[in-house]
């Protein structure tokens, strides 16, 4: 099954994607954490993306694109994945469509006074980028990763000002494909305003519908 979780960003498809790939046995593909491992490792790739990211802009079309296909050529995506922050915009997803047919899109929703609430009180592992919330996944030790010690910190994309900027950019750029994941008849959509047990749940019910 190959799944495509939508949302705008802090909405939690990460954390539902990583608990769906092990329900349902297929990869999680997060487009940003392959940019920012790029970008931390100092690529072309990442150097290219990483002035677009800090603002909290959308990376140029082709270099996505390229990324996701070289990643969904893989031998683990044979029998499905879940993508998670791909495709944003109207010509990603049709670029990606000529190639692999999409079986499912689950669109999460949530107010933006929540997500910038979540942004806000969102802390990444430094290492292992494991996310923590301040609030819902608490680490045991403040500011350090339950996993693997390391140090835990904000993301430049999940400052207000940032946060702000994304929201604007995915008004803008990724909202069109709800409508257009709707007219191939293939939307679902779930309410990400709960925990994220219950956004799980919920999300887990759209994709089995």
Do not use: W
């Not at 990483?50 to 969904?72: A, C, N, T």
């Not at 669109?107 to 980028?129: F, H, M, P, T, Y």
């Not at 494991?130 to 693997?148: M, Q, R, S």
């Amino acid at each position: 099954m190959n799944i495509v979780l939508l949302g705008p960003p802090g909405i939690g498809k990460g954390t539902v994607a990583t608990k769906l790939s092990k329900r349902l046995g297929i990869p999680h593909i997060a487009t940003g954490d392959m940019l920012r491992e790029n970008a931390a490792q100092k690529t072309k790739l990442g150097l290219d993306a990483k002035p677009y990211m800090d603002k909290g802009l959308l990376v140029l079309d082709e270099v996505v694109i390229k990324m996701i296909k070289e990643r969904l050529q893989k031998k683990d995506c044979k029998n499905g994945f879940i993508l998670d922050g791909f495709p944003r915009t109207i010509n990603q997803a049709e670029e990606i469509g000529k190639e692999i047919k999409i079986s499912k899109v689950v669109n999460i929703q949530a107010s933006d006074e929540i997500i910038i609430d979540r942004l806000s009180k969102r802390k990444v592992c430094k290492k292992c980028g494991f996310i923590y919330h301040l609030v819902h996944i608490k680490p045991k030790k403040e500011g350090i990763c339950d996993k693997c010690g390391s140090e835990l910190y904000q993301r430049e994309d999940d400052k207000p000002k940032a946060i702000k900027e994304r929201l604007k950019v995915y008004g803008k750029e990724t909202e069109p494909l709800i409508d257009y994941y709707k007219d191939k008849g293939i939307l679902a959509d779930a309410d990400g305003s709960g925990t994220p047990e219950e956004e799980f749940e919920l999300v887990l019910k759209a994709v089995s519908e």
